[in-house]
């Protein structure tokens, strides 16, 4: 199709807070490139929250597959909707069987996706998957066929999360200068079990800093992350520690981040939001590895990883070690973690 004649543009992304998070570049340099289009996406709950201050996106579509959505009628009804909206091309970067059948059956008759998309027959433009490139880059490649002489560098790579209102603009702020002390914030979950350093081992983090007398602020799931939530409510008189497991939305999520000095993770989505709001990063690699593409794509991330025969182990990690050992995130210390956050410091 000639770019003139596209006047409505679907992206699909229902995968996980990073993949979401990582999709943003190819939606603003889609506008760009069509900046007379509509461009509408489709994806999660967690994912409108995200999109929603991207000034470029038109319309968000949001699909609850793992809740009031779920299910084969429900996946129908939304098959009904994108008819509706008689879409010109959809781009595709998720890559599970859902999403190309959406893609499908819709009836938009310019359809892209990956090339190791689960079930590629559903579209009729197959987009390279570049291995050895990051997520964010690799989704650029959606593009190739619409900018002669493609050259990804040309690309804006940029993820912006604008202040969405005065009082994150002013909370954390004020906070900084009222104790004027350094701000630690440490995410100590991920929707993986694997993907989790040991609770102990934060704890050390959290207990070192806050004798060094930094705000360390500590983020998690409530239902998740019981462990380490208990340890906090046991030292809820230490005013150097702030808990806030379980009581952040998304928004809060970026503020903090945002006002933070240096960011300690596991592999997760909130560790892309890090990257993208340029905060010093000290991530804790274990199951999975950099040729996955999601390390955190900054200057300022210090990575820490050991080598162990068995990694990756898959794409996500999971909820076991398959081996037995959990060596790949056993044998990286505490110590290690604080000289990292000192060096960044």
């Known amino acids: 199709m000639e770019k003139e004649n596209i006047k409505k543009i679907l992206i699909i992304q229902t995968a996980f807070l990073g993949d979401i998070v990582l999709t943003i570049p190819l939606i603003n340099n889609v506008k760009k490139m069509f900046f007379s289009s509509k461009i509408y996406v489709l994806t999660t709950p967690i994912g409108q929250k995200i999109l929603k201050y991207q000034k470029v996106v038109d319309n968000i579509l949001v699909y609850d597959k793992k809740g009031k959505d779920k299910g084969f009628f429900k996946f129908l009804d939304f098959v009904n909707i994108l008819k ?49 490139l990051y997520e964010l880059e690799r989704n650029l490649y959606f593009l190739q066929d619409f900018q002669e002489n493609f050259d990804i560098n040309t690309l804006d790579k940029t993820i912006n ?11 954390f702020y004020l906070l900084k200068k009222y104790l004027n002390k350094s ?7 991920s929707r993986w079990k694997t993907k989790k350093w040991p609770y102990k081992n934060f704890i050390k983090v959290i207990e070192y800093f806050s004798k060094k007398n930094f705000l360390v602020t500590v983020l998690g799931d409530k239902k998740k992350d019981i462990e380490i939530n208990q340890y906090l409510l046991s030292n809820q008189n230490n005013t150097n520690i702030i808990n806030l497991i379980g009581k ?10 945002r006002n933070s000095n240096i960011y300690i993770t596991n592999d997760s989505g909130p560790m892309h939001i890090a990257a993208a709001l340029n905060i010093p990063i000290v991530a804790i690699f274990g199951p999975t590895t950099k040729s996955l593409g999601f390390f955190p794509y900054t200057q300022k991330a210090i990575v820490l990883e050991k080598k162990v025969h068995c990694r990756p182990c898959s794409k996500h990690g999971g909820d076991t070690c398959k081996k037995g050992h959990f060596d790949c995130m056993n044998k990286i210390s505490y110590e290690e973690v604080i000289e990292a956050t000192l060096k960044l410091l």
């Open 84 to 132: 509706v909206f008689n879409f010109d091309i959809v781009l595709c970067p998720h890559r599970s069987f859902r999403s190309g059948m959406l893609c499908f059956l819709s009836g938009i008759k310019t359809r892209y996706g990956f090339s190791n998309s689960q079930i590629k027959f559903c579209f009729n433009k197959i987009v390279p998957f570049k291995k050895d």
């Open 161 to 171: 999360f604008p202040l969405n209102n005065e009082k994150e603009k002013n909370s």
């Open 183 to 189: 701000i630690i914030t440490i995410h100590v979950s």
């Open 248 to 257: 952040t939305s998304i928004d809060d999520l970026i503020s903090i981040i």
